[in-house]
């Protein structure tokens, strides 16, 4: 009976797992065509706000690298094409894959409009916040390693959507919104986000919230 339980159990993880990276394998994708085609995903009438500045130099640098090692990796297995050709393939899918992630963030970006406020983080996660569920937009730099994605602050059930560890942002809602994260359906009370220009936003805002 254990062993059953154990065996449905991995099952179960692995399949979610697979789901997870299925998904995120078709956001590099889709990030990589709305970039190629110019269409940042912003509802009409709103402005987007990019939240990607904290990591922009690290996935440079890893882009940077990931594609000199694909030509210094060539070379070294020149001679063998049974091991060359899949070393290079998947070389440029790393690359791809990478320059994708950056992409994510640059074509979702936060939104702010006449239905609300779109809270993002690249093709994993967008929140949806009418006006008549926020009750209050404010600056609030936090700072927290290895926090969990929801947990319960004096606020209520707060989702953070860091960038390196970081909100400055929090938005407290007027009654509970329902998201999804991943296969997971989640009731949240407000929300932490990060965004690059914090008084472009707040001024946005300011437009539907006085």
Do not use: C
């Not at 991995?10 to 085609?37: C, D, N, P, Q």
């Not at 007027?174 to 989640?186: A, H």
């Amino acid at each position: 009976m254990t062993a059953t339980v154990e065996r449905t159990t991995i099952g179960s993880r692995t399949a979610k797992i697979a789901r997870m990276a299925w998904r995120a394998e078709i956001g590099i994708w889709r990030s990589l065509y709305r970039w190629l085609f110019r269409r940042p995903r912003v509802p009409a009438g709103a402005s987007g706000f990019h939240y990607h500045a904290p990591v922009h130099t690290i996935l440079v640098i890893f882009i940077v690298l990931s594609a000199v090692e694909i030509p210094i990796v060539d070379l070294i297995v020149h001679d063998w094409p049974w091991v060359r050709i899949p070393l290079l393939a998947l070389g440029i899918w790393g690359v791809t894959w990478m320059i994708g992630l950056l992409l994510s963030y640059l074509t979702r970006p936060h939104a702010v409009g006449p239905a609300g406020i779109r809270a993002r983080v690249g093709a994993d996660i967008d929140v949806d916040l009418p006006w008549e569920a926020i009750a209050t937009v404010e600056k609030s730099r936090d700072v927290l390693e290895k926090a969990p994605k929801v947990r319960d602050e004096p606020h209520g059930r707060t989702l953070a959507l860091r960038m390196q560890n970081e909100t400055n942002v929090l938005i407290d809602l007027e009654s509970p919104v329902t998201t999804r994260l991943g296969d997971d359906t989640v009731e949240i009370d407000a929300v932490r986000l990060w965004v690059d220009d914090l008084d472009g936003f707040m001024t946005a805002v300011r437009t539907h919230i006085p």
